[in-house]
């Protein structure tokens, strides 16, 4: 199906005047025609009038107004016509009918809070089909990494709709469809990835192992989810324009032991830390001591001095020292 754009004058003002003045036209001859009946002469002004208060309300079907960034795709009897975007007034065959079988469609979405609360006051649901770029924000998903891990993601995926003609006749609703496609690519990338670098995982499907991760590669990722989506939406007529991860986390089953691992790698990054340090100062202070030769140990009182200055450096409060006032040995 293929987008045709009609280039409709903006004549919707002149046939809605048009029709003001045909129903005041109408108004007074069907007074003059029923005075004229009493008067016992022709009706036929009389009944032309009624004719035209009658029928000329089917001028009113076929004015639309259009506000920027909207479009209205028309039929008539079943057959597509056209879709008109530009911004106006504008008078189509009354017969017309639009069509935009997302309209009552709630996600959670921008543009659908303003059309629920239409909704909800008893007013007809548009028809029109913004060409806004749009905010879809799924709900998070429990999806397991490549290892095996679950773990709760959600994103944000900015989108428009470029064809009209595809967006509404080529899917059953293009909102429904966005929102699946959107769920199935990020299942399909997230499981590529592990929640945070793991040894001998290969996300790029290269055959190397790599360093990518769903915390430390969210660009990437956000990226590879982007093109899935529009690889599956291109039939819909829609555009994404960026795709975004707005949550992430392991699931709640698994959060506080992954808390746990994540703990105990950092005690142990700071212990080797500590401890290299404090090599680092023993050595430094054997050195100097011998430099300066202010004394001279043998290895029993290097070895115990090594001891103390290590208990100190890396003990986990602070030392009590024990002043020794009698000799070293």
């Not at 022709?42 to 309300?57: E, Q």
């Not at 979405?109 to 548009?126: F, L, P, R």
């Not at 703990?263 to 080797?272: M, N």
């Not at 430099?291 to 890396?314: F, G, P, T, W």
């Amino acid at each position: 199906m293929e987008e045709k754009i009609l280039n409709s004058k903006k004549n919707g003002m002149a046939v809605f005047l048009l029709s003001i003045v045909i129903y005041v036209l109408a108004i007074i001859g069907a007074i003059v025609g029923g005075i004229m009946i009493d008067d016992g002469k022709n009706p036929a002004l009389f009944i032309i009038s009624l004719i035209f208060l009658s029928v000329t309300w089917i001028l009113w079907p076929g004015l639309k107004v259009l506000k920027p960034q909207e479009a209205l795709v028309l039929t008539l009897f079943g057959k597509y016509i056209g879709t008109i975007k530009e911004p106006g007034f504008y008078f189509v065959n009354p017969f017309c009918s639009a069509v935009n079988p997302a309209a009552k469609t709630q996600l959670n979405q921008s543009g659908d809070v303003k059309a629920k609360n239409v909704t909800e006051a008893g007013e007809t649901t548009s028809k029109k089909i913004s060409l806004k770029i749009m905010t879809l924000n799924n709900n998070r998903q429990k999806i397991n990494d490549c290892l095996g891990n679950p773990v709760e993601i959600g994103i944000a995926v900015t989108w428009r709709i470029t064809d009209t003609a595809k967006a509404v006749f080529n899917v059953d609703n293009y909102k429904e469809f966005l929102s699946l496609q959107c769920d199935s690519a990020l299942r399909n990338i997230v499981r590529l990835y592990p929640y945070d670098v793991a040894p001998n995982v290969d996300t790029t499907g290269d055959g190397v192992a790599d360093e990518g991760s769903l915390r430390g590669s969210s660009e990437t990722v956000a990226g590879r989810i982007k093109d899935e989506i529009q690889a599956r939406v291109n039939e819909a007529g829609i555009e994404i324009v960026e795709a975004r991860i707005t949550y992430l986390a392991y699931a709640p089953e698994i959060a506080a032991v992954m808390l746990q691992r994540q703990q105990a790698s950092a005690i142990i990054d700071a212990r080797k830390m500590i401890v290299d340090g404090a090599v680092g100062m023993v050595e430094m202070a054997l050195e100097r001591l011998n430099e300066n030769d202010i004394v001279k140990l043998d290895e029993e009182r290097k070895a115990a001095m090594v001891s103390n200055l290590l208990v100190v450096l890396c003990g986990n409060h602070d030392a009590q020292p024990i002043v020794n006032t009698g000799s070293l040995y």
